[in-house]
């Protein structure tokens, strides 16, 4: 018999900066600043990631674009790897992502791309702990409570044991 579900989650959204958290603003501001330091020549799209460990300590990431597709890294998978190698076992509680073009900061919100939204996911389940995300647009911000919200129905390593006895 089939059945239908839905999936659903909720999230909070701001129109101004000052609207957040000071913690979250400093987080924002970090990411944007960061964006500047992106390597995107191809896309003229950079972006910047900043998260928050449990210790406090800020970590930064940014998009590094290669002419031999899909050879780049993206700057929340920059941010993370950077982390779990210079900060083992400090885990990651926040990250808040910005983009900008050549016109400054984007208008509409920047959300992780599907290879960034599994390793967000699999950092949660190794580290068992939620990680809050900050979207965040020149105006606007979504705060989404766990990055398994934006990647349901994810592949994890209960499907690589899956059958194993």
């Known amino acids: 018999m089939k059945h239908k579900r839905n999936i659903t989650f909720s999230y909070e959204e701001a129109d101004n900066i000052n609207d957040l958290e000071q913690s979250d603003r ?31 300590r800020i970590v930064k990431g940014t998009n590094i674009e290669n002419a031999a597709f899909p050879s780049g890294l993206c700057a929340e998978r920059s941010a993370i790897a950077s982390a779990a190698t210079n900060f083992p076992g400090d885990k990651i509680t ?14 509409e919100i920047v959300s992780p791309c599907g290879n960034c939204r599994q390793v967000i996911a699999e950092e949660e389940l190794r580290n068992n702990n939620s990680i809050r995300i900050i979207l965040s647009s020149r105006s606007s911000f979504y705060i989404v409570e766990k990055g398994e919200y934006l990647l349901p129905l994810q592949f994890s390593i209960r499907n690589l044991q899956s059958g194993r006895r």
């Not at 990411?31 to 191809?42: D, F, M, W």
Request: aromatic content about 6%; glycine content about 8%.
């Open 94 to 107: 926040t990250i808040a992502i910005a983009a900008e073009t050549d016109s400054g900061i984007t208008d």
């Open 26 to 56: 400093e987080l924002v501001e970090i990411a944007r600043e960061t964006a500047g330091n992106a390597y995107a020549p191809y896309s003229n799209f950079r972006v910047g990631a900043a998260l928050r460990l449990e210790s406090g």
